[in-house]
């Protein structure tokens, strides 16, 4: 099954085509804020490239966040888009699972981690099962562990250290497994979370977990062979975090004045309502 798989969730984007055994292309670069202008042009030139056609894809998905609002929602307009074109299956999966799922052959607990601003971080816990097949091959299935969470580098390792326990504890045993924390990943943060977890805390480097649409794909593969795709009317992007919305300096004597009309306006009403009653 040939799959489309698009990842725009931050200013590092990544865009693949593959099947369970073949890439035949993938694209990963720095597209700043520039996401409803890149995305389309680079899909178009990665099919070209592959000498594969728009209808060839037989499968789309995509990174649903959580990560910029802007990009996650380019990334998610753009994958529905295109499954209502093509009549195909749509399958959403989290940005933060696809970056955990590349640190897959970790023995312990992986925590996939952005940067979500205001000096928190957006994070998902995971551990990985290996399978091993007749053949001699061998496969992992991904286990999320407790909640996505959004909070401060402290909190965060707080969280994590009380969690570690019920999760990889061994009866008698007070040794747990280290944290591999992987993904985008400011210096300050690294350091707030290892001061607080020492030698429980270990790090990929920002370059090696660097976001891979292939890995996307393959856990949207995994998904459809158990049946599973997503309802483009029902998808939504994964925020955490309602946007912040401001207003323009120049507009806001204007949306101040016409908000004191309408509560002039609103008091005047609930005052006659009273009088009618």
């Not at 001699?136 to 959004?150: E, V």
């Not at 323009?248 to 004045?257: F, I």
């Not at 005047?268 to 009088?275: D, F, N, Q, S």
Request: aromatic share 6%; with cysteine.
């Amino acid at each position: 099954m040939l799959l489309l798989a698009l990842d725009t969730s931050t200013r590092q984007s990544s865009i693949a085509l593959c099947s369970e055994d073949v890439l035949y292309g993938e694209y990963t670069w720095q597209i700043g804020n520039n996401h409803s202008v890149e995305l389309p042009g680079s899909i178009q030139r990665l099919v070209a490239e592959c000498r594969l056609t728009m209808q060839d894809i037989e499968a789309v998905a995509v990174a649903t966040g959580p990560g910029s609002f802007n990009g996650v929602r380019v990334a998610v307009a753009t994958a529905k888009a295109l499954a209502f074109a093509l009549k195909k299956p749509l399958i959403g999966v989290s940005t933060l699972d696809s970056i955990a799922a590349q640190q897959q052959q970790w023995p312990g607990p992986v925590c996939a981690v952005l940067e979500a601003g205001r000096s928190e971080l957006y994070a998902g816990c995971y551990r990985f099962d290996e399978m091993r097949g007749s053949e001699g091959d061998i496969t992992y299935r991904m286990q999320q562990l407790g909640q996505y969470q959004l909070l401060a580098p402290q909190p965060l390792a707080a969280t994590l250290q009380e969690q570690a326990g019920a999760w990889f504890g061994v009866p008698g045993e007070r040794q747990l497994p280290p944290f591999l924390f992987c993904g985008e990943i400011s210096v300050v943060a690294r350091q707030a979370l290892r001061a607080q977890m020492r030698e429980g805390a270990v790090f990929i480097p920002n370059l090696q977990s660097a976001r891979r649409a292939s890995s996307l794909a393959l856990l949207a593969l995994q998904r459809l062979r158990e049946g599973q795709q997503d309802d483009p009317l029902a998808l939504e992007p994964l925020y955490l975090r309602r946007p912040s919305i401001t207003t323009s300096t120049r507009k806001r004597p204007l949306l101040e004045g016409a908000s004191q009309r309408s509560t002039a306006h609103s008091t005047t009403e609930r005052e006659e309502g009273a009088l009618r009653h």
